[in-house]
């Protein structure tokens, strides 16, 4: 029997771009499946924990230099390093020879994709669809809003400064124009732009046209690291609730000292996962410290989950019910912490305005508010009727028959 090859690719600039696709990735069943995974070395680790994947080096940009470029008031892709981008996957592709190809957040990866005419599915979330109906403001306009915050949000934010998006597409449009593709509209178009688009939300929480039928929900991707639990885990006092503190693989983390030393003041146990960049100096009794945990075990434990507001966290904490606090500071942690409050599931805030006694007192409320704790058990039940390994399998085995169930009128509402 002849194995059907996918490739997977994971665009670094964060963890999550990574982790979605390794999730779908580790979805498949390798006695149907040659499964191949590119993405930068620094997340090789995090791939080779998998022995049916194969792994292939791909360059991206990282984090930080994406954010030095957003203080330089500049574009973080040039035109020479989407040519390399174009270069490297043409390689990889050659290389591979793949019957499918899924990514996440790769900016060039449709275009490749088109040039080899290889059937391509971009992993994004429905805030950046083409066809949503926006319901929030642009982004918030307060003198309190740093200048780099508004810099990064002006190269994210779809319906932002026509100019500047222009601007940061033409560098890709001119090498699509140079092989003959028809142009990208604009951001949204960008990031969801395949033969097919794979959602990474349940339906229900953002308002839409109506979509294509080949954009999909595939439900919540939780993944969770597979590791070894410190030897500390389960010495807390269980009958105290548990405030799980993540702020991410990217992003600020001022005054985060400040703010364990006034959440240990709440006197019950703080988990904080650091990603390795976070060093404490004193550690109070009640705080328990790793780089790294296997979030959704953490989620399970908490009362509350403080973390960056983005969806890789946050749906993990309301897959079980559990209220977000979320610290933002792009356009899409923005958004789902919008989402989320709308729901009235959490309170979300910009990092910027990060005071450590304000957030204790988030999080008091939401583990003292019934109607928090309320809120975020509609999405668990929501969630648990979406399994995206499941529909990701369901997908990948026939995409014409998933689209065509996916088409019939759904049933699924919040409650």
């Known amino acids: 029997m002849i194995r059907k090859r996918i490739l997977f690719i994971g665009e670094a600039v964060t963890l999550a771009h990574v982790a979605r696709p390794f999730f ?12 191949h995974f590119a993405c930068d070395l620094r997340y090789k680790a995090l791939i080779s924990l998998s022995e049916s994947i194969h792994y292939w080096p791909l360059n991206s940009l990282s984090s930080q230099d994406f954010i030095k470029a957003a203080d330089r008031d500049e574009y973080a892709y040039s035109k020479s390093m989407l040519e ?26 449709s275009t490749s994709s088109e040039l080899y005419r290889i059937p391509y599915a971009a992993i994004a979330n429905i805030h950046h669809s083409p066809y949503r109906i926006n319901e929030f403001p642009k982004f ?13 949000i002006r190269r994210l934010i779809p319906w932002g400064d026509d100019l500047l998006e222009k601007q940061s597409l033409s560098y890709l449009n001119v090498l699509r124009k140079e092989r003959s593709l028809t142009p990208i509209r604009d951001f949204c178009d960008l990031l969801t732009r395949g033969n097919f688009t794979l959602y990474a939300d349940a339906p229900g929480y953002f308002k839409t046209v109506q979509l294509p039928s080949n954009h999909l929900f595939l439900g919540p991707i939780l993944w969770s690291p597979n590791i070894r639990k410190p030897e500390w885990w389960l010495k807390w006092d269980e009958k105290e609730p548990l405030i799980y503190v993540t702020l991410g693989s990217s992003g600020r983390i001022e005054n985060i000292a400040e703010l364990i030393q006034e959440l240990s003041r709440m006197g019950c146990p703080i988990v904080l996962a650091t990603a390795g960049r976070i060093q404490l100096e004193e550690i109070p009794a009640n705080i328990f410290v790793a780089d790294y945990l296997p979030g959704l075990d953490c989620c399970r434990h908490a009362s509350a989950v403080l973390c960056n507001g983005g969806s890789a966290t946050a749906y993990q904490a309301l897959s079980l019910g559990k209220p977000v606090v979320g610290a933002w500071s792009n356009i899409d942690q923005y958004l789902t912490m919008k989402m989320i409050e709308l729901e009235g599931a959490g309170i979300g805030f910009p990092i910027q305005r990060l005071k450590p006694k304000k957030v204790a007192d988030m999080l008091s409320k939401v583990i003292s508010g019934a109607t928090y704790r ?9 969630f648990k009727k979406y399994d995206a390994r499941i529909r990701f399998q369901n997908f990948i085995k026939d995409p014409n028959s998933f689209m065509a169930q996916a088409a019939m009128p759904e049933s699924v509402q919040l409650e």
Do not use: M, W
């Not at 918030?140 to 990064?152: F, H, N």
């Open 374 to 382: 309320e809120s975020a058990s509609k999405f668990e039940n929501c």
């Open 140 to 152: 918030p306009t307060q003198k309190s809003v740093s200048a780099l915050t508004k810099k990064i």
């Open 84 to 109: 390399g981008y174009l270069h490297d996957e043409s390689r990889l592709i050659e290389s591979i020879d793949p019957c499918f190809i899924v990514g996440d957040y790769r900016y060039t990866l």
């Open 24 to 35: 779908l990735a580790e979805s498949l069943d390798s006695s149907l499946y040659e499964v």
